[in-house]
């Protein structure tokens, strides 16, 4: 399957609908509090992303029942919001939100901490958001789409951490998933020739212990086969002939986070 090359007017639609699902991130954590369920978490999701006449592209998306993904502890991705599933300090929770509007999909996810994190909560996760950052740090074009994993790859492993294999980032526009799948580790040199125009996202899934994961029997939530915690972030990105740039780009720092503002690239 063939990478598409996106439209000047089509990225511009994939800007709009990043920046809701980027703005409703924002508002998400800014609410986020011990005590609270990820059920609340997926009603403020689904309330602002209609409020801004878009629609939450995992609700239905096939089968998933919710319309965003909360990752609490070792679930690694995809955990399904619930009424009976309450957040308590010291966890780390992944909010992973795609918004849909003007035809084209957005989608970003951050790992935010409720309280305060352990030393163990704190090196996973804010090796995720230096994972993310240093595969952005690659793309330009011409670069090679196995790059970004083998820097993703390198960093973490090098810190004796785990690389999900078996989740990838993606191709995004007018579909949800799309090629390329975008591996989180890899060897430079390897995979497809980047080009201008190109939209994907990078998002890595990082794990204390082993990489291998596990999928429970509701056939959506994946976890760590050895029950360690993982993190994860998400942008969505064009591919730029000088670098790329972030269709998710928040408009400030993430609240319960460490968060801090990325420095655009031209
Ligand atoms: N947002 C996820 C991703 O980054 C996909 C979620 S699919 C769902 O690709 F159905 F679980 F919502
Ligand atoms: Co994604
Ligand atoms: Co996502």
Same mark, same amino acid.
């Given at each position: 399957m063939s990478v598409e090359i996106k439209s000047t007017r089509e990225i511009e639609a994939i800007r709009v609908s990043g920046r809701m699902a980027a703005e409703t991130l924002m508002l998400v954590g800014s609410r986020l509090r011990a005590g609270m369920t990820t059920e609340e978490i997926n009603r403020i999701v689904h309330d602002d992303t209609i409020r801004r #006449?878009?629609? @939450?592209? @995992?609700? $239905?998306?096939? #089968?998933? @029942?919710?319309?965003v993904c909360t990752s609490i $502890?070792? =679930? =690694?991705?995809h955990g399904i919001p619930r009424h009976d599933e309450v957040l308590r300090d010291g966890d780390i929770i992944n909010v992973d939100v795609t918004t849909f509007h003007g035809g084209v999909h957005g989608d970003t996810s951050a790992t935010f901490y409720i309280g305060t994190p352990s030393d163990e909560a704190r090196k996973v996760t804010e090796a995720a958001r230096q994972a993310l950052a240093l595969g952005i740090a690659q793309v330009r074009e011409n670069a090679r789409l196995g790059d970004i994993g083998a820097a993703i790859q390198e960093f973490a492993e090098g810190q004796g951490l785990g690389v999900v294999r078996d989740y990838t980032g993606h191709g995004i526009g007018r579909r949800f998933h799309e090629p390329p799948s975008v591996h989180h580790y890899g060897k430079r040199g390897s995979g497809i020739r980047l080009k201008a125009g190109m939209v994907f996202t990078i998002e890595p899934m990082i794990n204390l212990g082993t990489y291998e994961v596990d999928l429970l029997a509701d056939k959506w939530t994946v976890i760590t086969r050895d029950r360690k915690l993982s993190a994860q972030f998400e942008h969505t990105i064009v591919v730029t002939k000088t670098g790329c740039e972030i269709l998710t780009q928040r408009p400030g720092v993430l609240p319960n986070s460490e968060d801090l503002p990325w420095v655009q690239r031209p």
């Amino acid at each position: 399957m063939s990478v598409e090359i996106k439209s000047t007017r089509e990225i511009e639609a994939i800007r709009v609908s990043g920046r809701m699902a980027a703005e409703t991130l924002m508002l998400v954590g800014s609410r986020l509090r011990a005590g609270m369920t990820t059920e609340e978490i997926n009603r403020i999701v689904h309330d602002d992303t209609i409020r801004r #006449g878009a629609i @939450p592209s @995992p609700l $239905n998306y096939h #089968g998933f @029942p919710k319309s965003v993904c909360t990752s609490i $502890n070792h =679930v =690694v991705c995809h955990g399904i919001p619930r009424h009976d599933e309450v957040l308590r300090d010291g966890d780390i929770i992944n909010v992973d939100v795609t918004t849909f509007h003007g035809g084209v999909h957005g989608d970003t996810s951050a790992t935010f901490y409720i309280g305060t994190p352990s030393d163990e909560a704190r090196k996973v996760t804010e090796a995720a958001r230096q994972a993310l950052a240093l595969g952005i740090a690659q793309v330009r074009e011409n670069a090679r789409l196995g790059d970004i994993g083998a820097a993703i790859q390198e960093f973490a492993e090098g810190q004796g951490l785990g690389v999900v294999r078996d989740y990838t980032g993606h191709g995004i526009g007018r579909r949800f998933h799309e090629p390329p799948s975008v591996h989180h580790y890899g060897k430079r040199g390897s995979g497809i020739r980047l080009k201008a125009g190109m939209v994907f996202t990078i998002e890595p899934m990082i794990n204390l212990g082993t990489y291998e994961v596990d999928l429970l029997a509701d056939k959506w939530t994946v976890i760590t086969r050895d029950r360690k915690l993982s993190a994860q972030f998400e942008h969505t990105i064009v591919v730029t002939k000088t670098g790329c740039e972030i269709l998710t780009q928040r408009p400030g720092v993430l609240p319960n986070s460490e968060d801090l503002p990325w420095v655009q690239r031209p």
